[in-house]
T-cell receptor, first 113, second 112 residues
Framework: NAGVTQTPKFQVLKTGQSMTLQCAQD?????MSWYRQDPGMGLRLIHY???????DQGEVPNGYNVSRSTTEDFPLRLLSAAPSQTSVYFC????????????FGSGTRLTVV | SQQGEEDPQALSIQEGENATMNCSYK?????LQWYRQNSGRGLVHLIL?????REKHSGRLRVTLDTSKKSSSLLITASRAADTASYFC????????????FGKGTMLLVSP
């Protein structure tokens, strides 16, 4: 049972490059979210989805794009990477209602130079 | 903006002692959750307490919730070195879709 799988685990980008962070879950969860974690800031919500075809913005959406074509996958796209997007990114999923809490992936550590 | 704020920011105790972490939040909630994060790893869900509950137990964990004060506490009894981690509270709002808003966390160090 894989849970939430994030790839890659590490990535270095140059300013202006684009890339996609992958997230997949095998628990048939409706809710999926992307967070970024910066030192001393806790986790901040970037984008989230409550089901296939439905996405919405979180607290810090600028510079990121998402889509949800299937229940399993929720990729996060960086359109034009900036040093301010250097962070650790976490994907999480939950069954509808979140009564059992969220399951997190192991994270992607991104550095933009 | 951060919903939950944990207190203290850091806590250092000896094995066998109890550890208490507090969380305050600002708006009405559906539930409050606690997560653990070991260094460099993802977050692990520990326990969830609903807005109509006042106390919940899970193994060595005890969580309380006071909605009138908009606060919660996490008690870890008989701490072990393996409990060393950062602990985050997260609130799920009671309007709109289900998303979590996290605090900045408490870093717990349990020394042998």
């Amino acid at each position: 049972n894989a849970g939430v799988t994030q790839t890659p685990k590490f990535q270095v980008l140059k300013t202006g490059q684009s890339m996609t962070l992958q997230c997949a879950q095998d628990m048939n969860h409706e809710y999926m979210s992307w967070y970024r974690q910066d030192p001393g800031m806790g986790l901040r919500l970037i984008h989230y989805s409550v089901g296939a075809g439905i996405t919405d913005q979180g607290e810090v959406p600028n510079g990121y794009n998402v889509s949800r074509s299937t229940t399993e996958d929720f990729p996060l796209r960086l359109l034009s990477a900036a040093p301010s997007q250097t962070s650790v990114y976490f994907c999480a999923s939950s069954s509808q209602g979140g009564g059992s809490g969220y399951t997190f992936g192991s994270g992607t550590r991104l550095t933009v130079v | 903006s951060q919903q939950g704020e944990e207190d203290p920011q850091a806590l250092s105790i000896q094995e066998g002692e109890n550890a208490t972490m507090n969380c305050s939040y600002k708006t009405s909630i559906n539930n409050l959750q606690w997560y653990r994060q070991n260094s460099g790893r993802g977050l692990v869900h520990l326990i969830l307490i609903r807005s109509n509950e006042r106390e919940k137990h899970s193994g060595r964990l005890r969580v309380t919730l006071d909605t009138s004060k908009k606060s919660s506490s996490l008690l870890i009894t008989a701490s072990r070195a393996a409990d060393t981690a950062s602990y985050f509270c997260a609130t799920e709002g009671n309007s709109g879709y289900s998303t979590l808003t996290f605090g900045k966390g408490t870093m717990l160090l349990v020394s042998p």
